[in-house]
């Protein structure tokens, strides 16, 4: 498998940077990860502050203490609930993903045919 199309495939499936460690750029891939992982630590920030919300009004009685009536608050956060989670890092989360893809692409396709393994 060609270095390039190797690189491309673990970060689009693994982890964005997670090409670049096959490549030993190991900087490049820390930052790819590490941006990456920081902006799913946020949205995932965002996530819990909805379930403690939604968890806060099962409390005081505003969502009924049954399956259906906790259901239907997790697919429809009331407003100040869903005010919490805007997921204004999802788009970012999807740009460094595709930019760690094509640096990837881009990086691999340097890499010198000598030094690739043959199989």
């Not at 498998?1 to 490049?28: Q, R």
């Not at 920030?45 to 403690?52: F, N, S, V, Y």
């Not at 429809?76 to 997921?87: T, V």
């Amino acid at each position: 498998m060609k270095k390039e199309l190797k690189a491309v495939l673990l970060t689009a499936i693994v982890y964005p940077g997670a090409g670049h460690f096959s490549l030993k750029k190991h900087l490049i891939g820390c930052i790819f990860a590490g941006v990456f992982t920081l902006l799913l630590f946020m949205t995932l920030g965002d996530i819990l502050a909805i379930a403690q919300c939604s968890a806060n009004e099962i409390l005081a009685g505003k969502i009924p203490m049954t399956a259906s009536g906790i259901l239907q608050a997790a697919r429809n956060p009331s407003g100040e609930c869903a005010q919490l989670g805007e997921y204004k890092y999802l788009p970012l989360m999807v740009v460094i993903w595709l930019l760690s893809m094509v640096d990837a692409y881009r990086l691999g396709k340097k890499v010198k045919p000598d030094t690739q393994t043959k199989k």
